[in-house]
Structures are given as C-alpha cells and as structure tokens.
C-alpha cells in the first residue's frame, strides 16, 4: 500500500512539473512573438496616454479604436509558390488614410507624412473626375427649388443602411427636392448602385467628385487649400475626412444656397420653410439660452455673410488636433461673436429641432420600454418629435452599434420616416 502511494506521489509531482514546463514555454513563445511582431511597439506610453485621453473624454468607443489601430495592421497570408507551398505570413503596411491619420507623431513627422501621403488622397487632387463637378451640378440643380447637401469622404463599403435611411428621410417630406452627395468614393459604380433605387422612384439624387478649387474659389478656404496642396499643414490626429467634411459643407452652401445634413440624420418633416437656421446642440437650463451650436443641420441662402465668417474662421484658425474645432466649436465661436451685429440675419433653432438627444445618451431612443412610466415617456417624447422636431441626429459614433429594440423611439422613428423600409435593425 505504501508503496501504491509512493509511486502515485511520484507520477502525480511528474504531471504537475510537465504542465508547470509547458506553461513556462508557451509563455516563452507568446513573449518572442510579441517581442518580434511589428506593432508590439505601438503600446507605448503615447499611444497609452491618447486612448486614455478618449477615455477621459468619455468616448465609449475607445477600446473599438485600439482594435481598429491593431486591424490596419493585421498579418495576411501570401501564397508563394505551387500549392505544395506552404504560405508565409507578411505585415502588411497600412494605406494612407484621411480617416485614420497616425498616432504618436510629433508635428513635424505628422506634416512629412502628409506631404508624403498627399498623392493617395484623391479627394483632394484636381483632375478629369474631380473636374466634371462643375457642370454636373449646375446641369443636376437647374430645375431644383429646395437642395440638400451631403458628403461622404469614407469608404463606399461604409454606407450603410442607416446613411440610406437618411436619403430616405429626406424626399420623404421632400419629394421634389436635388439631393447632391459630395463624394468622390459614391461616385461610382458602387455608389451609383446605392442611389439607383431612389432614381427609378423618380427622386432626383447625384453623388459628385468634389473639385476643391472650384468649391473654395474666391473665399478664404482658397489659401488653406493652397497650404494643403503644398503639404505645409498639419493634419492633426483627428480624422482630415472629417475636417474636410466640415469645409466642404460650408463652401457647397456658400456657393450654391441650400441644406446640408449629415448622413446620420432622420428628416421628420419638410425643410421647404426652414431658412438661414442653424441648430443648438444644448442650452443652460438655468438660462435656458444656448452654449453651444452644432454644424450637421445648416440651411441657408446662396453667399449667407454668416457662411463667409464660418469659412473665413476655418482657413484662419485651422486645427487638426482638437475634436470639433473646425465643426461645432467653430460654429459656436463665430455666432457668438456676429450674433447681434447687422447683416447677418439668421436664427438659432432650439436643441429639439435637430438635436432632440445628446450624445451621452442616444441610447436611450433605442431601447424598448421596460415599465408603464418609461412608455409613457417614450409616448411623450414621440409626440414632442412629432410637433416641434425637424431632424434627429443620430450620433453614429455612439450609436452605429446598438440595435433598434421593438417598440422603441427610435424603432417609431425608423419605421415612420423611411420609403422602402428596409430594415435597419
């Protein structure tokens, strides 16, 4: 019997130095590989420190960003040679994108890279595409009353199924409206299978390359432009798309007159009455007066002086580094300057108007009633929407991912606002 146990003691002290020398090992391997791969360097203390930084700016979607740094650089597998060959792994250098702009740069190597980057951004180059702009639009606008604006500078694949909803929106209380997408990736084949639906309902929907020089002429935005074009600027660690977004959308009205929505706004009603208008996001609740405006909704005339100062205020005061400075604060620091001078007659529409639900907590519209007391404030709200709202902006950054429960504001909202209905759940 000793024996039995002696010999289990024995076999028992074998496994458990086995599995403690494959722990050891594995953990070995993972450290080799970690230590050997490309991006392990990346997870250095400035790349910590900037997603802290979204963290502390309470963006939810700052673990979602680190894996979408870490995706960019995702090993692919290249087949050399016949089938019998086994396939190596090689890291694939990230493209150079205008929505993703590098981390952990100084200034001067942030301002390199663009100007070493600047031929893959076709957006912003002239050319026989770009160049078709002009007449497109005059031609596309002629019979056109009342024109929306849009623009997209991301990839085609991410126009989805709420964007889609947002040009639904639009010609459902606005039939005979122009809708011109400013894109060069919608104008396309790609793109023009997404708007080849509206078309054959009769809704009069385009998608144009911009041509920058043409757009920017005669303001300020030309110089800025210029320093674009020589790579003498620094983009910034904010999305160059999305800055671009935000001039693009001021230069189109400027030119032409109209309305400019984001992609990721519902339409509740005609916009055929709303005029010179711009939207505040929220207000104090002491005061009840506005602190701050925001830039998704615009709707004003041809030439507005307010647009000229929103421009003139972007080419001089250009900062790539601060989210919302070239949008929202921008908007906000302008009309908090001319709004009681002469000329510049314009109104600023109440947050209900466009922006029925900050961004803190959007989420709210997308889920379903769980007692009698919040069905009766989703009741209350959706009948507040439908009196005095004109739009809803959705927030996509916080809401892209959330799914539209039965039952809820938002599932109200898709539901009533859309002309195919597909869904969008």
Same mark, same amino acid.
């Given at each position: 019997?000793?024996?039995?146990?002696?010999?289990?003691?024995?076999?028992?002290?074998?496994?458990?130095?086995?599995?403690?020398?494959?722990? #050891?090992? +594995? %953990?070995? *391997?993972? $450290?080799?590989?970690?230590? @050997?791969?490309?991006? &392990?360097?990346?997870?250095?203390?400035? /790349?910590?420190?900037?997603?802290?930084?979204?963290?502390?700016?309470?963006?939810?979607?700052?673990?979602?960003?680190?894996?979408?740094?870490?995706?960019?650089?995702?090993?692919?597998?290249?087949?050399?040679?016949?089938?019998?060959?086994?396939?190596?792994?090689?890291?694939?250098?990230?493209?150079?994108?205008?929505?993703?702009?590098?981390?952990?740069?100084?200034?001067?190597?942030?301002?390199?890279?663009?100007?070493?980057? #600047?031929? +893959? %951004?076709? *957006?912003? $180059?002239?050319?026989?595409? @770009?160049?078709?702009? &002009?007449?497109?639009?005059?031609?596309? /606008?002629?019979?056109?009353?009342?024109?929306?604006?849009?623009?997209?500078?991301?990839?085609?694949?991410?126009?989805?199924?709420?964007?889609?909803?947002?040009?639904?929106?639009?010609?459902?209380?606005?039939?005979?409206?122009?809708?011109?997408?400013?894109?060069?990736?919608?104008?396309?084949?790609?793109?023009?299978?997404?708007?080849?639906?509206?078309?054959?309902?009769?809704?009069?929907?385009?998608?144009?390359?911009?041509?920058?020089?043409?757009?920017?002429?005669?303001?300020?935005?030309?110089?800025?432009?210029?320093?674009?074009?020589?790579?003498?600027?620094?983009?910034?660690?904010?999305?160059?798309?999305?800055?671009?977004?935000?001039?693009?959308?001021?230069?189109?009205?400027?030119?032409?007159?109209?309305?400019?929505?984001?992609?990721?706004?519902?339409?509740?009603?005609?916009?055929?009455?709303?005029?010179?208008?711009?939207?505040?996001?929220?207000?104090?609740?002491?005061?009840?007066?506005?602190?701050?405006?925001?830039?998704?909704?615009?709707?004003?005339?041809?030439?507005?002086?307010?647009?000229?100062?929103?421009?003139?205020?972007?080419?001089?005061?250009?900062?790539?580094?601060?989210?919302?400075?070239?949008?929202?604060?921008?908007?906000?620091?302008?009309?908090?300057?001319?709004?009681?001078?002469?000329?510049?007659?314009?109104?600023?529409?109440?947050?209900?108007?466009?922006?029925?639900?900050?961004?803190?907590?959007?989420?709210?519209?997308?889920?379903?009633?769980?007692?009698?007391?919040?069905?009766?404030?989703?009741?209350?709200?959706?009948?507040?929407?439908?009196?005095?709202?004109?739009?809803?902006?959705?927030?996509?950054?916080?809401?892209?991912?959330?799914?539209?429960?039965?039952?809820?504001?938002?599932?109200?909202?898709?539901?009533?606002?859309?002309?195919?209905?597909?869904?969008?759940?």
């Amino acid at each position: 019997m000793k024996i039995l146990k002696h010999h289990f003691v024995v076999f028992s002290s074998l496994l458990l130095f086995l599995l403690l020398l494959l722990i #050891f090992q +594995s %953990f070995v *391997v993972f $450290h080799v590989r970690l230590t @050997s791969n490309p991006i &392990s360097d990346r997870y250095n203390a400035s /790349f910590l420190n900037h997603v802290s930084t979204k963290i502390r700016h309470r963006e939810p979607n700052a673990i979602l960003y680190v894996l979408r740094e870490e995706i960019r650089h995702v090993p692919t597998a290249v087949i050399n040679g016949s089938s019998g060959t086994k396939p190596s792994r090689k890291w694939v250098k990230p493209v150079p994108s205008l929505e993703q702009p590098p981390l952990n740069m100084t200034q001067e190597n942030r301002t390199k890279w663009f100007r070493e980057s #600047f031929a +893959s %951004f076709k *957006v912003l $180059h002239s050319d026989s595409m @770009s160049g078709q702009f &002009s007449a497109k639009v005059k031609l596309f /606008f002629k019979p056109c009353k009342l024109r929306f604006f849009m623009t997209w500078i991301s990839r085609i694949e991410s126009f989805g199924s709420r964007e889609r909803l947002s040009i639904e929106s639009v010609f459902k209380w606005n039939p005979s409206c122009c809708l011109l997408v400013i894109s060069r990736t919608m104008d396309s084949e790609a793109g023009e299978e997404i708007l080849r639906p509206f078309r054959s309902r009769g809704f009069r929907v385009m998608a144009a390359a911009p041509d920058l020089r043409y757009l920017f002429k005669k303001t300020p935005a030309e110089g800025w432009l210029r320093k674009v074009e020589s790579g003498d600027i620094d983009p910034g660690e904010v999305s160059f798309a999305q800055n671009l977004s935000n001039i693009l959308r001021l230069a189109a009205l400027y030119k032409f007159g109209g309305v400019y929505i984001d992609a990721d706004v519902i339409l509740l009603r005609s916009f055929s009455g709303l005029k010179n208008a711009i939207g505040a996001q929220n207000r104090d609740p002491q005061t009840g007066r506005w602190n701050r405006l925001n830039n998704a909704v615009l709707a004003f005339d041809k030439r507005h002086p307010l647009l000229f100062k929103f421009i003139q205020e972007f080419a001089l005061t250009f900062d790539g580094n601060k989210w919302g400075h070239n949008g929202p604060y921008l908007a906000t620091r302008v009309v908090t300057r001319v709004a009681n001078r002469t000329g510049y007659e314009f109104k600023i529409m109440p947050p209900i108007a466009f922006y029925p639900v900050d961004w803190t907590r959007i989420y709210s519209y997308f889920i379903s009633p769980s007692d009698r007391g919040h069905a009766k404030w989703r009741s209350a709200k959706i009948m507040q929407l439908e009196k005095e709202g004109y739009a809803i902006h959705l927030w996509n950054k916080q809401s892209r991912e959330l799914n539209v429960e039965e039952g809820s504001i938002m599932h109200h909202i898709f539901n009533n606002h859309c002309i195919f209905c597909h869904s969008v759940l």
